[in-house]
Every structure is written in structure tokens, then in C-alpha cells.
């Protein structure tokens, strides 16, 4: 008859439990995770637009896409839109198109408007619960997830739209920063 309890299988069992204690502390951090990386964001996209003059934040590759700056716009309205709707908070900017109002495209306004809103999506996360995170939603009234997956869809919103903007900097003779992933 074989032993069931040897030292070996002790040790697998002791190793099984820590590793899924481990996955279970990892896992139940995701706001933790999620303001980590809209802090990142944040950063990085101030920097994004750091990198380019003033005089160009109208520039367009392209008649027919978004301005420099309204790419960036399009990102401050989608965080407030995106952050209010997720969570069921008021969203202070209701009804405002950033990206169509001359009042938001100097490169000044420009970043002030989207560093407000990355603290509006930042704040509004801290203001949820690991178990709020966890709540089923239907997004945009169409895609079941959760409240934690529907705040990584914002974040993969804008980094798709700073994304864009690599080529806008590239244009104008600007190196592109290093990713920030980290």
C-alpha cells in the first residue's frame, strides 16, 4: 500500500497553498493595481505632451483625424465619461466636448484639462472597494464585465489614443519618450 503523506507531498501541498494564498493577495488588489496604473497613465501622457512645442498641439497629419491636443481632449472627456458611468458618481464635466472647444486646444489648457481628468478617473477609484470593483455592470449598456475590467477598458482607451500621437510627434522631427510601463 503507498503512502499518501510523505515529506514530498507535504512540501507539494505546502507549496500549492502558499502559491494560491499568493494568487489570491494578487488578485485582490486590483484597485491597487488600477490607480497604480491611471497614476502611470497620468505621467506619461503629461510627458507625451510635454514633448510637444506649443505651436504645434493643432498640428494634423491628416486633414480628416483629431488634432494633436484633441487627441488628448478625446482621452479627458472619455475618462470623465468612462469613470462616472463605471462607477455611478456625477460626472463634473457632463456635456463638455474638450476636444471641440477652442478654449481647450493651447497646450496649457490642453494638459491641464487632461491631468484633471486622469485625478477625476484616479480619485473616483479611490472612492470604490475591492467588492464594488468586483460588481457586474453592462457597459455601454451592451458588454457584460465587471467594474474593475470596465476601468482597464478606459485605461486601454487612452493609451490607444496616445499611441496615436506617437506619429504626430514623429512628424514634427520629436523622438518618442520610452514606454512607461512600469
Not at 512645442?53 to 478625446?74: N, Y
Not at 462616472?84 to 464635466?93: F, H, R
Not at 470604490?128 to 457586474?136: D, I
Not at 477598458?153 to 490607444?160: N, W
Request: charged share 25%.
Amino acid at each position: 500500500m503507498r503512502k499518501l503523506w510523505t515529506p514530498f507531498n507535504a512540501l507539494l501541498l505546502l507549496f500549492i497553498a502558499s502559491f494560491s494564498a499568493a494568487m489570491a493577495m494578487e488578485t485582490s488588489n486590483k484597485k491597487g493595481e488600477l490607480i497604480a496604473d491611471f497614476e502611470r497613465a497620468s505621467l506619461y501622457t503629461a510627458e507625451y505632451m510635454e514633448a510637444m512645442p506649443a505651436e504645434d498641439f493643432g498640428f494634423k497629419p491628416t486633414e480628416d483625424v483629431r488634432s494633436f491636443a484633441q487627441q488628448f481632449l478625446h482621452i479627458a472627456g472619455a475618462n470623465y465619461f468612462f469613470a462616472s458611468m463605471i462607477a455611478g458618481v456625477e460626472n463634473p464635466k457632463d456635456g463638455i466636448e474638450f476636444e471641440k472647444l477652442d478654449e481647450y486646444q493651447s497646450k496649457e489648457a490642453c494638459m491641464k484639462a487632461v491631468k484633471e481628468s486622469y485625478d477625476f478617473i484616479i480619485e473616483t477609484l479611490k472612492g470604490l472597494s475591492e467588492e464594488e470593483l468586483a460588481e457586474q455592470i453592462k457597459l455601454f449598456n451592451q458588454f457584460d464585465m465587471t467594474k474593475g475590467v470596465a476601468f482597464s477598458k478606459a485605461f486601454e482607451h487612452g493609451v490607444h489614443h496616445r499611441g496615436q500621437t506617437t506619429i504626430y510627434i514623429r512628424l514634427k522631427g520629436i523622438t518618442p519618450l520610452s514606454e512607461r510601463l512600469f
